[in-house]
């Protein structure tokens, strides 16, 4: 069982920049790919970046320039930076943990914070 708890996340100006943190269980990132989602309202939970194990990063297309994935071993916690934000970024972010680094679809997630409100304003 991996337990994560997120914070961060707030209502933000568009061009703010805002980092969000997600604590996990101990030694998961050994062993496991962690991962970031958002949910807009209305709409399917979305991938966002993962860390593999291994340190390996990928980020969602869409969002790659404005976004990046990072974690602190010694600390246990997965960072989501986000920059530039724009409205269409507001959201429920989600991190997750155990899923498939090579497909990154919320049904392969078994772990799942609590998720956090980004609110951006125009």
């Known amino acids: 069982q991996v337990q994560l708890m997120q914070s961060g996340g707030g209502l933000v100006q568009a061009g703010d920049s805002l980092r969000l943190s997600c604590a996990a269980s101990?030694?998961?990132?050994?062993?496991?790919?962690m991962a970031w989602f958002r949910q807009a309202p209305g709409k399917e939970r979305v991938f966002v970046a993962a860390i593999s194990n291994t340190g390996s990063v990928y980020h969602a297309d869409s969002l790659r320039g404005r976004i990046t994935i990072s974690r602190d071993i010694a600390n246990e916690t997965l960072y989501l930076q986000m920059d530039s934000l724009i409205p269409e970024d507001t959201a429920v972010y989600y991190c997750a943990a155990g899923g498939n680094f090579r497909a990154p679809a919320p049904r392969t997630y078994p772990f799942w914070g609590r998720g956090t409100q980004v609110t951006v304003s125009s």
């Open positions: 101990r030694h998961a990132f050994s062993r496991l790919t």
